[in-house]
Nanobody
Framework: VQLQASGGGLVQAGGSLRLSCAAS????????HAWFRQAPGKEREFVAA????????DYADSVKGRFTISRDNAKNTVYLQMNSLTPEDTAVYYC?????????????????WGQGTLVTVSS
C-alpha cells in the first residue's frame, strides 16, 4: 500500500491544522494506522494511532485533548486534526500503516510510510 500525507503548513500558535493520509494500492486489506512526527534534531516519535475499524485510538500524552485521529475507510484516508498547536508541535509528520486491525505505538511495527508533511507552528 502507498501512503500520501498532506495538509501541513505554517500556522500560528493556538491555531489548527488537519493532516490527511491517503492510501492507495492494496487497500482491500485491513490496516491499522498511526501518525508519528520528527522534530529537527530529535528522534521520530509516536503521536496517535487507531485501529482499522476506528473504534480504538491511542495518543501520546503530549497531544491528548488537542489532537484527534480518525479515518474514512470509504475514502481510504486517515486524518489527524490538530488543535491548540504550540511551537513544540513543529515537526515533519509521517503517517504509517500496518496490516491488521490492531495498532501499536512503536515505529518498528509499521511496514508502510508516507513521505511526511511539514508542520511549522510560529509563536
Amino acid at each position: 500500500v502507498q501512503l500520501q500525507a498532506s495538509g501541513g503548513g505554517l500556522v500560528q500558535a493556538g491555531g489548527s491544522l488537519r493532516l490527511s493520509c491517503a492510501a492507495s494500492g492494496r487497500t482491500g486489506s485491513r490496516y491499522a494506522h498511526a501518525w508519528f512526527r520528527q522534530a529537527p534534531g530529535k528522534e521520530r516519535e509516536f503521536v496517535a494511532a487507531l485501529s482499522w475499524s476506528g473504534g480504538s485510538t491511542d495518543y501520546a500524552d503530549s497531544v491528548k485533548g488537542r489532537f484527534t485521529i480518525s479515518r474514512d475507510n470509504a475514502k481510504n484516508t486517515v486524518y489527524l486534526q490538530m488543535n491548540s498547536l504550540t511551537p513544540e508541535d513543529t515537526a515533519v509528520y509521517y503517517c504509517a500503516a500496518r496490516q491488521g486491525r490492531v495498532y501499536y505505538p512503536h515505529i518498528y511495527e509499521y511496514d508502510y510510510w508516507g513521505q511526511g508533511t511539514l508542520v511549522t507552528v510560529s509563536s
